[in-house]
């Protein structure tokens, strides 16, 4: 098995085999683009409060530990300007999450972790 990453800049990732989890924080629907930061990624991020951040970044129990970034329901298509669903969240196990957070229910897998730093 070889997978092999290429983008305008070098990338660190990691393959990581992992059991069911939860990625539990706030969710937004948003465009998908394919070059450059994602502006209203950026603005959903900029509107979560740092006590609102504090309080999903408690909920990390599991690797990658802190705050992730994930993406979901993307439009099969892939063109820019579709939506697709943005976490901004923490991978966890806990079996309930806070009523007021969006939870993301992960199948066990192999996965890719990129590492990334900003919005």
């Known amino acids: 098995f070889r997978l092999v990453v290429e983008g305008s800049s070098a990338m660190r990732y990691s393959l990581v085999e992992k059991d069911a989890f939860r990625v539990v924080g706030k969710k937004a629907r948003v465009p998908l683009i394919h070059e ?3 502006p209203a990624i950026a603005e959903f991020i900029r509107g979560i409060g740092r006590e609102e ?4 970044a408690a909920l990390s129990d599991q690797e990658p530990a802190g705050i992730v970034g994930v993406s979901d329901q ?5 063109a820019e300007g579709t939506e697709l669903d943005y976490y901004h969240g923490v991978v966890t196990g ?3 999450p806070p009523e007021d957070l969006d939870a993301l229910d992960v199948p066990a897998g192999t996965w890719a972790v990129f590492e990334s730093e900003g919005a």
Do not use: T, V, W, Y
Request: aromatic share 0%; charged share 40%.
């Open 94 to 96: 806990e079996a309930e």
């Open 53 to 56: 951040l504090d309080r999903i």
């Open 74 to 78: 993307l439009d099969p298509s892939r």
């Open 36 to 38: 450059g930061p994602n």
